[in-house]
């Protein structure tokens, strides 16, 4: 199975790649956004399948050009 690009990220996914994208790290996006680390995994986890990603750099490059996020 490949990615869905029409799959759209859900809000709290948007903020999970937001933050992450300020190099905070799973213990800290759990923490600021009231999640436990497994759930902040599993965000993560979706976003790079709908985004055909294998990591959170990857995933932040696409959102960026699609103008999900700004850094």
């Excluded at 759209?8 to 213990?27: C, F, K, N």
């Excluded at 993560?44 to 960026?64: C, F, P, Q, S, W």
């Amino acid at each position: 199975d490949g990615p869905d690009p029409s799959a759209s990220l859900t809000p709290r996914e948007v903020e999970v790649l937001a933050l992450g994208a300020e190099g905070a790290g799973i213990p800290e996006l759990g923490e600021e956004l009231g999640l436990s680390p497994d759930t902040v995994r599993t965000h993560l986890k979706h976003i790079y399948a709908k985004r055909g990603v294998h990591n959170r750099t990857g995933a932040v490059t696409r959102a960026i050009r699609l103008g999900l996020i700004d850094c």
